[in-house]
């Protein structure tokens, strides 16, 4: 509680933990997801706002944050993982076309793989946001895929913690584990650690 507490704002410190202290705490979560052409800052808010330390504007959620999974990982979780399910908002669908644009922006991955992403948590205090956002989860986007649904679609998206290339061999090789943590189904490197070795992938 200290350590939060000191990285608030002086002035806002006794009133977050008065807040704190009382029997309900109001608070947004948002996820900022910075794609290459245009960061996205969302929040499940039914308002947009304003945060006080980087000043970005969190859009109000409307529903885009559909589902978090719990983090996953490799063995002893130096490989953690985090997937994200993204509802499409009416005003994406009611556009033509935007079914094969979302497939588009799947595909297009050089606009979001291994770029920023970050889990925040904001107070607020009488619907306004006080003191400064803190972090719950942050990491870099890795894999996206999108499932159409009767009138709208899910994106799902994979973000990867900051440890999780730790547990990865270094200089191009590969283990099985790892293979399969990136690729659940790919069976190619399953004879690889009968002798516990490592193999140099090919660059074809």
Same mark, same amino acid.
């Given at each position: 509680?200290?350590e939060f *507490?000191t !990285?608030q704002?002086?002035?806002?410190?006794?009133?977050?933990?008065a807040? *704190?202290?009382?029997?309900?705490?109001e608070?947004?979560?948002?996820?900022k997801?910075?794609?290459a052409?245009?960061? *996205? @800052?969302?929040?499940?808010?039914?308002?947009?706002?304003?945060?006080?330390?980087w000043?970005?504007?969190w859009? !109000?959620?409307?529903?885009?944050?559909?589902?978090?999974?719990?983090v996953?990982?490799g063995d002893?979780? *130096? !490989?953690? @993982?985090?997937?994200y #399910?993204l509802?499409?908002?009416?005003? +994406?669908?009611? =556009?033509? %076309?935007w !079914?094969?644009?979302?497939?588009?922006?799947?595909?297009?991955?050089p606009?979001?793989r291994g770029?920023?992403s970050?889990?925040?948590?904001h107070l607020?205090?009488?619907?306004?946001?006080?003191g400064?956002?803190?972090? @719950?989860?942050?990491?870099?986007?890795?894999?996206?895929?999108?499932? @159409?649904?009767?009138?709208?679609?899910?994106? #799902?998206?994979?973000?990867?913690g900051?440890? &999780?290339? =730790?547990?990865v061999?270094?200089?191009?090789?590969?283990?099985?584990f790892?293979? =399969?943590?990136?690729?659940? %189904?790919d069976?190619?490197?399953?004879?690889t650690?009968?002798?516990?070795?490592?193999?140099? &992938?090919?660059? +074809?």
């Amino acid at each position: 509680m200290i350590e939060f *507490l000191t !990285a608030q704002p002086a002035a806002d410190q006794d009133r977050i933990a008065a807040l *704190l202290a009382g029997e309900a705490v109001e608070m947004s979560i948002m996820l900022k997801l910075d794609f290459a052409n245009e960061a *996205l @800052f969302l929040s499940n808010r039914n308002i947009p706002f304003v945060d006080a330390k980087w000043g970005h504007t969190w859009a !109000a959620g409307s529903g885009l944050l559909v589902g978090i999974a719990d983090v996953q990982g490799g063995d002893d979780q *130096l !490989a953690p @993982f985090r997937e994200y #399910s993204l509802g499409v908002p009416n005003e +994406w669908i009611d =556009k033509e %076309g935007w !079914a094969a644009d979302l497939v588009e922006m799947v595909l297009d991955k050089p606009n979001y793989r291994g770029r920023d992403s970050g889990l925040y948590g904001h107070l607020f205090d009488d619907g306004a946001p006080i003191g400064h956002p803190f972090a @719950f989860d942050v990491g870099v986007m890795d894999k996206m895929s999108v499932a @159409f649904v009767q009138g709208g679609a899910v994106v #799902s998206l994979t973000t990867e913690g900051m440890l &999780a290339r =730790k547990g990865v061999p270094v200089y191009g090789m590969q283990t099985y584990f790892d293979q =399969k943590r990136r690729y659940a %189904g790919d069976e190619g490197m399953q004879f690889t650690t009968e002798f516990n070795k490592l193999i140099v &992938a090919t660059d +074809w």
